[in-house]
């Protein structure tokens, strides 16, 4: 890739504003970049080579495999968003991977190892990058407890309510989603089967909440959620 997009790429995140302008270039000598296409796997936890992610472009899943084999989606990454080995170690008791979404996305990437020197060098981007790994282990977390406190119907609403001001595009009341999540997807994000999640968009849209097909979601009152 152009180092001169790297560049910019990499200025243009909040995480490396602290950097001067020859540190961002020294960035982008350790960087590598990726694209992908909708149905991708881009990330094992299990990897012999543990990495940095930052995404650029698109949308990405982050699946959890439990012994039996059971997968849950435990984050949806976004534009601008970090993931991988954000703990700085790699953990052999997580197993998890990261999935394509969307029609095509674009991937910084960093060697942990790299990643790391870089840190020690300059105080002010690990300083930030702490807070800034700090604020999304607290929204993972929150969204657990959210779970394991409210009825499937609840999680639901819940959740199109956070994607909707995320993503959503608003006219009035009226908010317009890019859909590029299955029923199933949905169904793994608020930790109940498929059948349920799809019975519950059903309910919402014969009682006029929201229309419901695979390229958006639209919610007619985000005021009723």
Same mark, same amino acid.
């Given at each position: 890739?152009?180092?001169?997009?790297?560049?910019?790429?990499? $200025?243009?995140?909040?995480l490396?504003?602290?950097?001067?302008?020859?540190?961002? $270039?020294?960035?982008?000598?350790? =960087?590598?970049?990726?694209?992908?296409?909708?149905?991708?796997?881009?990330? +094992?936890?299990?990897?012999?080579v543990?990495?940095?992610?930052?995404?650029?472009?698109?949308?990405?899943?982050?699946? #959890?495999v439990?012994e039996?084999?059971?997968?849950t989606?435990?984050?949806?990454?976004?534009?601008?968003?970090? +993931?991988?080995?954000? =703990?700085?170690?790699?953990?052999?008791q997580t &197993?998890?991977? #990261?999935?394509?979404?969307?029609?095509?996305?674009?991937?910084?990437?960093?060697?942990?190892?790299?990643?790391?020197?870089l840190?020690?060098?300059?105080?002010?981007?690990?300083?930030?990058?702490?807070?800034?790994?700090?604020l999304?282990?607290?929204? /993972?977390?929150?969204?657990?407890? %959210?779970?394991?406190?409210?009825?499937?119907? *609840?999680?639901?609403?819940?959740?199109?309510?956070?994607?909707?001001?995320?993503?959503?595009?608003?006219?009035?009341?009226?908010?317009?989603?890019?859909?590029?999540l =299955?029923? &199933?997807?949905?169904?793994?994000? /608020?930790? *109940?089967?498929?059948?349920?999640? =799809?019975?519950?968009? &059903?309910?919402?849209?014969? %009682?006029?909440?929201? *229309?419901? %097909?695979?390229?958006?979601?639209?919610?007619?009152?985000?005021?009723?959620?």
């Amino acid at each position: 890739m152009h180092e001169e997009l790297k560049y910019w790429y990499l $200025r243009d995140h909040k995480l490396f504003r602290t950097l001067s302008f020859g540190q961002i $270039r020294q960035l982008c000598i350790i =960087t590598g970049f990726k694209k992908a296409q909708k149905g991708e796997i881009i990330y +094992f936890s299990s990897s012999d080579v543990p990495r940095i992610f930052l995404l650029k472009k698109g949308n990405i899943k982050i699946v #959890a495999v439990d012994e039996e084999g059971n997968e849950t989606i435990k984050d949806i990454i976004q534009k601008g968003d970090l +993931f991988g080995e954000l =703990t700085l170690e790699a953990d052999d008791q997580t &197993n998890e991977y #990261a999935k394509v979404l969307s029609d095509d996305v674009a991937i910084c990437s960093f060697l942990l190892s790299d990643f790391e020197n870089l840190l020690l060098q300059n105080p002010s981007l690990a300083l930030s990058y702490t807070k800034f790994v700090g604020l999304k282990m607290k929204r /993972i977390k929150n969204s657990y407890s %959210n779970l394991i406190s409210k009825d499937a119907k *609840t999680r639901l609403f819940q959740f199109l309510k956070d994607w909707a001001e995320k993503e959503g595009v608003k006219e009035g009341r009226k908010v317009v989603i890019e859909n590029y999540l =299955t029923q &199933n997807d949905i169904a793994q994000i /608020i930790c *109940t089967s498929r059948q349920t999640a =799809t019975q519950l968009l &059903n309910e919402m849209e014969n %009682n006029g909440t929201l *229309t419901y %097909n695979r390229k958006e979601i639209i919610i007619l009152d985000i005021t009723k959620l």
